[in-house]
Nanobody, 123 residues
Framework: QVQLVESGGGLVQAGGSLRLSCAASGRTFSNIVMAWFRQAPGKEREFVAT????????IYANSVQGRFTISRENAKNTVYLQMNSLRPEDTAVYYC????????????????WGQGTQVTVSS
């Protein structure tokens, strides 16, 4: 099992930017597929982006393609989510998650989760 701790959330105006970080411990980070999900009040948890072990392959949800960038630094055991051109509909709790398998978007495929960080975008 891997332990995950997110940081970097906050309140930002529409059109602004935030960078989320997720620090991992407990397993060899370079062996883990990482992803970001989000959950807005009253809605199901939603896939945002995933990155493979080396960082060479990435998948984005259509809703964030071109605005968000996922990246990782294996030497720092950290995955990031750079969020630009934020919209009020991006408001949610953002979670990082870890999986042994690449290319999956279903939350049930991810075995480890952080506690979440709140992102609020005002209009």
């Amino acid at each position: 099992q891997v332990q995950l701790v997110e940081s970097g959330g906050g309140l930002v105006q529409a059109g602004g930017s935030l960078r989320l970080s997720c620090a991992a411990s407990g397993r060899t980070f370079s062996n883990i597929v990482m992803a970001w999900f989000r959950q807005a009040p009253g809605k199901e948890r939603e896939f945002v982006a995933t990155i493979n072990r080396s960082g060479g392959s990435i998948i984005y949800a259509n809703s964030v393609q071109g605005r968000f960038t996922i990246s990782r630094e294996n030497a720092k055991n950290t995955v990031y989510l750079q969020m630009n051109s934020l919209r009020p509909e991006d408001t949610a709790v953002y979670y990082c998650a870890a999986s042994a398998h690449w290319g999956l978007r279903n939350p049930t495929a991810f075995s480890s989760w952080g506690q979440g960080t709140q992102v609020t975008v005002s209009s």
